[in-house]
T-cell receptor, first 115, second 110 residues
Framework: GAGVSQSPSNKVTEKGKDVELRCDPI?????LYWYRQSLGQGLEFLIY????????KSGLPSDRFSAERTGGSVSTLTIQRTQQEDSAVYLC?????????????FGPGTRLTVT | GQSLEQPSEVTAVEGAIVQINCTYQ??????LSWYQQHDGGAPTFLSY????GLEETGRFSSFLSRSDSYGYLLLQELQMKDSASYFC???????????FGSGTRLQVQP
């Protein structure tokens, strides 16, 4: 079956602009996660969605970051007024449910470059 | 909060065995996962230890000791394609998402 897909694969934007990153999880997976990864670093948790429950936003670094998940499927991560320090690869993952979070399936990521 | 420590880099030769260690500090520990990431690629799940002991999947094995807050990933019969970064990750009681270590870059040499 299809894996996790993300779009765009690359995004170059000017400082101060808003960007939207999209994630389409594996069909049937109720849990969805966003992470970001700076070059040569580990993954930094951003936000977690599980079904219709309130999302866990504890990893969002500032109020410029927000995310939504419509219809329990596709998710959009929005970064407002982008800064150079936002440059990173943004990875989306899904798992069957929250209890299976130990086994996550990752998309290819969106490489964001803020100039 | 959580913290994980793993070596930043390991080098080994084809056919050898390599062990990548991971120590963690977390509250309400649930289990330890391992992920592989090739350069430019997405992380892929390798193994999970929810209980103490050894889990084996082909050439890869993973071990957990809860009492020592320690685990390792063992790669046997190394192949060039095993050159990648390996991340340990924990889930604790406070959060469903995983907390990842900073990764160990494995270089397999001919």
């Amino acid at each position: 079956g299809a894996g996790v897909s993300q779009s765009p694969s690359n995004k170059v934007t000017e400082k101060g602009k808003d960007v939207e990153l999209r994630c389409d999880p594996i069909s049937g997976h109720t849990a969805l996660y966003w992470y970001r990864q700076s070059l040569g670093q580990g993954l930094e948790f951003l936000i977690y969605f599980q079904g219709n429950s309130a999302p866990d936003k504890s990893g969002l670094p500032s109020d410029r970051f927000s995310a939504e998940r419509t219809g329990g499927s596709v998710s959009t991560l929005t970064i407002q007024r982008t800064q150079q320090e936002d440059s990173a690869v943004y990875l989306c993952a899904s798992s069957l449910d929250g209890g299976s979070s130990y086994e996550q399936y990752f998309g290819p990521g969106t490489r964001l470059t803020v100039t | 909060g959580q913290s994980l420590e793993q070596p930043s880099e390991v080098t080994a030769v084809e056919g050898a065995i390599v062990q990548i260690n991971c120590t963690y500090q977390t509250s309400g520990f649930y289990g330890l996962s391992w992920y592989q990431q090739h350069d430019g690629g997405a992380p892929t799940f390798l193994s999970y230890n929810g209980l103490d002991g050894l889990e084996e999947t082909g050439r890869f094995s993973s071990f957990l000791s809860r009492s020592d807050s320690y685990g390792y990933l063992l790669l046997q019969e190394l192949q060039m394609k095993d050159s990648a970064s390996y991340f340990c990750a924990v889930r604790d009681a406070g959060r469903r998402a995983l907390t990842f270590g900073s990764g160990t870059r494995l270089q397999v040499q001919p």
